[in-house]
């Protein structure tokens, strides 16, 4: 794998840098409602200032605002980061994606961005599937090196394209099969076994003749709505009552799959069996986590819901590498080449 030139290798001292990270972080109540990737930045902020750089500006998106949006200000995600790293050096700028120019991939935003600075740092893994203005553009205006997150991004994902330990085995889950197609087709020749659960599931099984191999669920627990009230029924997965939804794996499915789990030495997972935000419809992730939790193999979870999922079992230890990158991670699963990574020169 070619990867980009490192900011460690980069003569700092005494220069002016910008940094993109990936502070799109969740917000509750105009605060930071977790604070995972601002700390996942701060490596690379860390080896700046004690290389004694004149000064850091740090720059991502937040959101997807059609235009200045106070919602979307960076402030709180500033606040948060000045308490971790005090550190009068280090300035915040507003959201990238409030200048229309951001994701045109504009040169007139980028040059904007770059102005001022004398090198860039890209540390945004999560938005590096994104050829905007301050992912690329601006790497073609600046000596450009990447950042410690994103080469340890790289390096962990890295190991599942080349030679995993096997058996390799990969859960796909979640709502949308369209964002997953391409990552399933890839991860389908390059793992043992791929385990698909998830809203998605029922989609793929419909699609005849499907082309990818993939082990659907054989049972799943399904309800007519998702009132607490509501009537569970354990059914065959081609065997949903009509107008009911199927929201979770169900138990021999569950066991089945942790039982694959259980016999891997490298799994990755992306999201998640069921709807886990109803603790009724949780119980396959649930068990999900647990066994790629428990198991001793090279283990990697990415995409927001099921790195929660991970966070609210206190299972985040237990996991080698949880990844800041949703759909980065996948695309670079699919093999593609990642914008951001690519506007780097090689190491
Ligand atoms: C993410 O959270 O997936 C990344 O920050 C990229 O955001 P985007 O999907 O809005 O480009
Ligand atoms: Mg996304």
Not at 94 to 99: A, K, L, S
Not at 115 to 127: H, I, K, P, R, T
Not at 317 to 326: A, F, L, M, N, Q
Request: glycine letters at 10%.
């Amino acid at each position: 794998m070619r990867l980009p030139r490192s900011v460690r290798v980069a003569d700092v001292a005494g220069t002016r840098v910008l940094v993109r990270a990936d502070l799109n972080v969740p917000l509750e109540n105009g605060r930071v409602a977790d604070d995972s990737r601002i700390r996942a930045s701060l490596p690379t902020l860390r080896l700046l200032l004690g290389g004694d750089t004149q000064h850091v500006r740090v720059c991502s998106h937040l959101g997807r605002p059609k235009g200045p949006d106070p919602a979307l200000s960076m402030e709180p995600v500033e606040e948060r980061l000045r308490e971790l790293l005090p550190d009068e050096r280090i300035e915040v700028l507003e959201n990238t994606r409030f200048d229309p120019g951001e994701t045109r991939n504009d040169p007139e935003f980028a040059r904007r961005l770059a102005e001022g600075s004398d090198l860039y740092v890209n540390d945004a893994f999560g938005s590096a599937h994104r050829a905007h203005a301050s992912t690329e553009a601006v790497a073609q205006l600046l000596p450009a090196y990447a950042g410690l997150l994103l080469l340890a991004e790289l390096e962990h994902l890295g190991r599942l394209l080349e030679s995993p330990e096997r058996p390799f085995v990969a859960i796909v889950g979640g709502a949308k099969v369209e964002d997953k197609i391409g990552v399933l087709r890839s991860l389908s020749q390059r793992a043992d076994k791929v385990l698909v659960g998830g809203k998605m599931a029922a989609e793929l099984a419909a699609r005849v003749p499907l082309e990818i191999e993939i082990e659907l669920p054989t049972d799943v627990v399904a309800a007519a709505d998702f009132s607490p009230a509501a009537e569970l029924e354990i059914v065959g997965a081609d065997s949903v009552p009509e107008g009911w939804l199927a929201l979770d794996i169900g138990p021999e499915t569950r066991d089945n799959f942790v039982e694959r789990v259980a016999s891997a030495r490298t799994i990755f997972w992306n999201g998640p069996m069921g709807v886990f935000e109803w603790p009724r419809f949780a119980g396959g992730t649930h068990a999900i986590a647990d066994a790629v939790a428990a198991s001793e193999g090279y283990t990697v979870v990415g995409g927001g819901d099921s790195v929660r999922a991970i966070q609210e079992l206190g299972l985040t230890e237990k996991i080698s590498w949880v990844s800041t990158g949703g759909g980065a991670s996948l695309e670079f699963l699919e093999g593609k080449e990642l914008p951001g990574v690519a506007a780097i020169p090689p190491a």
